[in-house]
T-cell receptor, first 120, second 113 residues
C-alpha cells in the first residue's frame, strides 16, 4: 500500500506556456499533500503544503500565483506552473500523507516518482 | 529551528568497502522522526528507514545499519560491503510535527567496481 503516482514523468515545454503536474494517491486517502522542488545536485525544497479542500500553504519565497496548487479530492493534487520559464526547469516531487488501511500515518510521507520539467 | 546537516557532500569508495554517511539534526521538539532515503539516478526517492525519537535502538537490515544517538543528535547510516548498485544520493530527513519533512543536503555516494 501507500503508492503515490505522478504524471507526467517528464515534460518539455516552451517558455511562456503552462504545465500541469498531477499527483495521485493510489491506495489511500491523502488528506495532506506536499510539493517539493529539486534543482540539479541539490536537496528537496518544500514549496507548499495542501490539505484536501483547502487552499495551499506556500513556503516563503514561492510565488503562489506562479505555482498553482489544487487539492480537490482525497486522491488528487495538481501543481500548475504558469507561464513557465527556463529557470523553472527542475524536478518536482509530490508526497502525501493520510489514512492507510492500517490507520493514520501522521508522520510518514509517501513520495511520488517525480516529474522532470524542462522549459526551453 | 529544525535543521538536518549532512556534512559529506560526496563519498567515493571501492566496491566491498564499508561506508558511513553522517547525519546530524537539530530540533527542540521531544517527539520527532528521522528518515533516510536513497535517490538513484532515476530520481525516485526510495524509503530506507524511519526512526522515532523514543526508539534509540540501532537497526540492521541486510548490509544497511543505522546508529541513532540522541546525545549527539546523530543518525548515521552505514553500508557494509558496498556494491556498485549502492551508488546514489542519500538524504537524511527530519519530521517534527506531522507536516514538514526537512531534508539534508544529501550525500552523493560513488561505489567503484
Amino acid at each position: 500500500g501507500a503508492v503515490v503516482s505522478q504524471h507526467p514523468s517528464r515534460v518539455i515545454c516552451k517558455s511562456g506556456t503552462s504545465v500541469k503536474i498531477e499527483c495521485r494517491s493510489l491506495d489511500f486517502q491523502a488528506t495532506t499533500m506536499f510539493w517539493y522542488r529539486q534543482f540539479p545536485k541539490q536537496s528537496l525544497m518544500l514549496m507548499a503544503t495542501s490539505n484536501e479542500g483547502s487552499k495551499a500553504t506556500y513556503e516563503q519565497g514561492v510565488e503562489k500565483d506562479k505555482f498553482l496548487i489544487n487539492h480537490a479530492s482525497l486522491t488528487l493534487s495538481t501543481l500548475t506552473v504558469t507561464s513557465a520559464h527556463p529557470e523553472d526547469s527542475s524536478f518536482y516531487i509530490c508526497s502525501a500523507r493520510g489514512k492507510l488501511a492500517g490507520g493514520w500515518k501522521y508522520n510518514e510521507q509517501f513520495f511520488g516518482p517525480g516529474t522532470r520539467l524542462t522549459v526551453l | 529551528a529544525q535543521k538536518v546537516t549532512q556534512a559529506q557532500t560526496e563519498i567515493s569508495v571501492v566496491e566491498k568497502e564499508d561506508v558511513t554517511l553522517d547525519c546530524v539534526y537539530e530540533t527542540r521538539d521531544t517527539t520527532y522522526y528521522l528518515f533516510w532515503y536513497k535517490q538513484p539516478p532515476s530520481g525516485e526517492l526510495v524509503f530506507l528507514i524511519r526512526r522515532n525519537s523514543f526508539d534509540e535502538q540501532n537497526e540492521i537490515s541486510g548490509r544497511y545499519s543505522w546508529n541513532f544517538q540522541k546525545s549527539t543528535s546523530s543518525f548515521n547510516f552505514t553500508i557494509t560491503a558496498s556494491q556498485v548498485v549502492d551508488s546514489a544520493v542519500y538524504f537524511c530527513a527530519l519530521n517534527t510535527g506531522g507536516f514538514k519533512t526537512i531534508f539534508g543536503a544529501g550525500t552523493r555516494l560513488f561505489v567503484k567496481a
